[in-house]
């Protein structure tokens, strides 16, 4: 009898794994290295493993390398990565039967991926990497990946093969930095959640494929990464014999056969121009002075990520059909492929070309340097702006609006209930202002506190109008949880608001108070897939109001839903029940809000347009002001990105609610045109 139990388990131990292969195996075997490098498994909290040639590294692990420091790590499939001098890695490959995630979280690496291994089943890339401000993919590539987080650029070179990149949104990024305050920096270990989050990133419309020859990067502010460009031969050439990742002894510095004059005004050319494409295909020599980005033939410096374009009088090699770089903008090291900024010259990730310490008394020396900065500009207002913000304020979020609309009648907003003041037109401005602050912020809580004021102006000189100008302010906090569901990103979200109103209701040219508010929303943020997107929602209000010495309580509860279709449309909808209850008069006030809207992203350059349509159904169970009341709403709005965080909007709305039973003037239509400006900081 104990021979057949332990027969069957065995084989119920060993059919599987004959069958499946193993799930868990080790990573890799340190092939090479050179100085001090270590891993670091999140299993043994703090401790390290000095790797020597030999070593085995197993499931996920944290690699770090000291300066003039590298590994060469092989894996199973055939596949190589190189860690770089002072840098840092994850690796996750718990299950073999996955891809391998790597996540750069500073420095360079390399990745010299096999082509002949096959594809994991129900993936479209061999490897996905990420760093903080890029999501990669590749299949049969070797390429150069640097990330520098002082100007969190992310840049890619193609040695052989394609790569895919995808841009992270500004939002993602500075989530992430905003994540490290008050905890540790956040290393992603674990295959499935995260390569499928890069999965859904790479098949975004904004990713680029970068071929062999070619970079690309990611740099803050902009949308998407760079259209890849044809970088030196020499630096191609010198990164993909190297085997050391730049540790070795220096060779040759590779320069031009010219210098460049200055220019009378700065050009940036560190920051190659982002939406400017190339008019004929990239191989194409005679159409190279028409391309209207950065100009291919520069070199990438590997620390700071920015490539070094060449100036506008650099003329065309006849034999690579690339531009030739000046003397004045340095060279590339022909033993390692690194850039080699001009002698005495650093090249700050921030602030561009600088002098080094040492020449900074030198006069002749600082008439140099003065036109190098002329020759090769500097980063742009844009990405120092992003990067403060990201480095000095980060804490903090800034919102405000203005807007100016012309209506055809006026109307109050009485906690959801629509009542009608006059029929007469009237002019309106409308201004918002917020402020927040993260008091507490790690990978799983959050902890924020907000304020806002906000203004409504009618232009309309009738007193039933003037009095419903308003002045309104709120305090509040949130608390948030973060977590996952199915793999993706969720989110619990507690919110505690106070309200207070102010307006002239006494028709006294005197501001008193009118009516305030405190409220607790409960909200569940989640994602099935990545093409929807639902939030669950609950909250409850106690208020009390100027008119009849009111008070009482809202209960509201609802559901949306975004879908995302395709890379052009977002299609939402939406229900929510909404009960009132008052206790001065005994009623209970009841809205059910249906709504749907469409959302076509970049109709036209940088601008999105939205329709929606909404249905609500309003009920007083008393029949206080009237029996029922159906209300339509059709709105349009177009939103113009202006930079990163200036918007222009415009909208149009139509309104119209038909009550029955009324016993004050409760059925109308109304339209509404206007614009303004947000800022959101």
Do not use: C
């Not at 100016?404 to 959801?416: A, K, L, P, Q």
Request: glycine share 8%; aromatic share 12%.
């Amino acid at each position: 009898m104990y021979l057949k139990v332990t027969l069957i388990i065995s084989l119920f131990i060993i059919i599987p794994h004959v069958l499946l292969g193993p799930v868990y195996g080790s990573t890799g075997e340190i092939i090479k290295i050179r100085g001090k490098v270590y891993a670091i498994y999140p299993s043994i909290k703090g401790k390290k493993q000095i790797l020597r040639k030999g070593t085995i590294i197993k499931g996920n692990v944290l690699l770090k390398s000291g300066k003039k420091s590298f590994a060469k790590v092989k894996f199973k499939d055939g596949s190589i990565v190189f860690i770089g001098p002072k840098s840092k890695l994850a690796i996750s490959q718990i299950n073999v039967r996955k891809p391998t995630f790597i996540e750069l979280l500073r420095g360079k690496m390399r990745a010299i991926v096999n082509k002949n291994s096959p594809l994991k089943k129900g993936y479209n890339h061999k490897m996905y990497v990420q760093t903080r401000s890029a999501s990669i993919g590749v299949r049969g590539t070797d390429f150069y990946l640097t990330y520098n987080d002082k100007n969190h650029i992310t840049s890619n070179i193609t040695l052989s093969g394609d790569v895919s990149m995808y841009k992270k949104t500004d939002q993602l990024i500075h989530e992430s930095i905003r994540e490290e305050f008050d905890g540790r920096q956040v290393i992603r270990f674990g295959q499935d959640k995260h390569i499928q989050n890069t999965d859904d990133h790479l098949q975004h419309r904004y990713t680029k494929s970068i071929k062999r020859g070619r970079f690309s990067g990611s740099f803050p502010s902009y949308d998407k990464p760079l259209a890849p460009i044809h970088i030196s031969l020499q630096q191609l050439n010198a990164l993909s014999s190297n085997d050391n990742m730049g540790t070795g002894a220096r060779g040759n510095i590779i320069k031009g056969k010219f210098k460049a004059r200055a220019q009378s005004s700065k050009n940036s050319y560190l920051i190659p121009k982002p939406y400017h494409k190339a008019i004929a295909s990239d191989d194409s020599k005679e159409n190279i002075d028409q391309y209207l980005g950065a100009r291919p033939g520069g070199h990438v410096d590997l620390k700071t990520g920015l490539y070094i374009s060449p100036p506008t009088e650099s003329k065309i090699n006849e034999a690579t059909g690339l531009y030739d770089m000046p003397d004045d903008l340095g060279g590339i090291d022909s033993n390692s492929g690194e850039y080699i900024p001009p002698d005495g010259v650093i090249l700050h990730p921030i602030k561009g070309f600088m002098a080094s310490d040492k020449n900074y008394g030198n006069r002749d020396f600082k008439k140099n340097l003065q036109k190098l900065t002329k020759l090769s500009g500097g980063l742009t207002d844009k990405i120092q702006g992003v990067v403060k913000i990201f480095k000095e304020i980060t804490r903090s979020d800034l919102y405000a609006q203005l807007n100016y609309n012309y209506t055809t009648r006026v109307t109050e907003d009485y906690y959801g209930e629509h009542r009608e003041i006059t029929d007469a037109p009237s002019m309106l401005w409308n201004a918002k202002g917020f402020y927040g602050f993260q008091i507490y912020h790690n990978k799983r809580y959050l902890w924020y506190v907000k304020g806002a004021l906000s203004a409504l102006y009618h232009e309309r000189t009738l007193p039933e109008v003037k009095r419903n100008n308003t002045y309104t302010g709120n305090i509040g906090f949130e608390f948030h949880r973060k977590h996952t569901f199915n793999n993706k990103k969720a989110r619990f979200v507690a919110d505690l608001l106070f309200t207070t109103s102010y307006m002239d209701y006494r028709k006294r040219n005197l501001f008193d108070f009118y009516t305030e508010n405190t409220g607790l929303r409960l909200s569940e943020k989640f994602q099935f897939n990545r093409y929807n997107v639902s939030e669950l929602y609950y909250q409850i209000k106690a208020f009390q109001g100027f008119e009849d010495a009111n008070h009482g309580n809202i209960h509201h509860v609802g559901l949306t839903h975004r879908f995302i279709f395709g890379n052009n449309y977002d299609l939402m909808f939406g229900y929510d029940y909404n009960q009132r209850r008052e206790k001065m008069i005994p009623d209970h006030y009841t809205i059910r809000n249906g709504f749907f809207k469409a959302i076509r992203k970049d109709l036209i350059f940088r601008t999105d347009l939205s329709i929606e349509y909404s249905f609500q159904h309003h009920n007083s169970k008393n029949n206080v002001r009237f029996d029922d009341a159906r209300y339509y709403k059709i709105q349009l709005e177009l939103n113009k990105r202006l930079g990163e965080f200036w918007k222009l909007n415009g909208t149009y709305q139509y309104e119209r609610q038909r009550a029955n039973g009324e016993i004050v003037r409760s059925s109308f239509i109304k339209q509404t045109w206007g614009g303004g400006l947000v800022m959101v900081f």
